[in-house]
């Protein structure tokens, strides 16, 4: 049996979360920039400027029908844009200098069109970015490794669905970690099932694929919030780290 307990000072760390959803800062989690907003006002800000979006990411949107998921799109892909604008080294460029193509795991980051596409280039080689909405939260990350990110808003998961993503083993822990008296009121069953899910789908996104990778294939240590910890996805290696609260669960993956 993995290591499940959970001390007050992870608890206290883990819920840095809040911070990162009452803020418009730019935050850093395992030394990628991570920025969130609201979807409907970010999705707003878009659609008052779609200058800021070439023909090819707009193309993407109108093959959407849902509109919430067209939402989901539009803000996201500008929420990479400010975080890119954001970077030190991108402080001459506007958010329609860079194009994010998202109708795949991880998002395609390309140069503008017109937009000095050399520089753009250059800035954009070697850089990775992965998008993830819930609730009305979008959050974004940049890094320069292959990288996941998944948030996931507090409800209720049916035991078929915990059983889909995770193994024996791993639902022990979830029975061993509610026997813990140090955990908030807050945390249930279904709230520790959120947390194995989202860093199985935060690993399983920075390697290209999402859920429909295989969860199974993701190994854990156990149930980790507030630490770096290393998870295996076959030969592949990532530091993650969960931030959570009663507001819901982030989880970061870096391949490392």
């Not at 093959?63 to 939402?71: D, L």
């Not at 669905?161 to 024996?168: D, L, N, P, Q």
């Not at 979830?174 to 009121?185: G, N």
Request: glycine share 8%.
């Amino acid at each position: 049996m993995q290591e499940y307990k959970l001390n007050r000072c992870e608890w206290k760390r883990a819920a840095v979360l809040d911070k990162f959803l009452d803020s418009t800062d730019c935050h850093t989690l395992l030394d990628c920039p991570v920025l969130t907003a609201a979807r409907e006002s970010l999705a707003q800000e878009a659609r008052a400027s779609l200058e800021n979006f070439s023909e090819e990411e707009l193309s993407e949107e109108k093959s959407v029908s849902h509109p919430r998921r067209k939402e989901e799109k539009l803000a996201g892909k500008l929420l990479i844009k400010y975080l890119l604008c954001l970077q030190k080294s991108s402080k001459k460029f506007s958010p329609s200098h860079f194009q994010v193509l998202a109708d795949s795991h991880p998002p395609i980051l390309k140069p503008g069109p017109g937009s000095g596409a050399q520089k753009v280039s250059d800035l954009l080689n070697g850089l990775h970015a992965s998008i993830t909405h819930s609730g009305d939260r979008v959050f974004g990350v940049l890094g320069k490794s292959a990288l996941g990110i998944d948030f996931e808003v507090q409800r209720d998961l049916k035991e078929g669905t915990i059983r889909y993503f995770s193994c024996k083993e791993e639902r022990d822990w979830l029975d061993l970690a509610l026997q813990d008296s140090s955990h908030p009121t807050f945390a249930d069953r279904s709230f520790f099932g959120l947390i194995l899910f989202t860093q199985k789908e935060a690993v399983l996104k920075a390697v290209g694929s999402g859920i429909a990778g295989g969860p199974s294939e993701v190994k854990l240590p156990g149930i980790r919030i507030g630490v770096e910890f290393e998870a295996i996805y076959k030969e592949r290696k990532f530091q993650v780290i969960t931030l959570a609260s009663a507001r819901g669960i982030l989880s970061l993956a870096v391949e490392i």
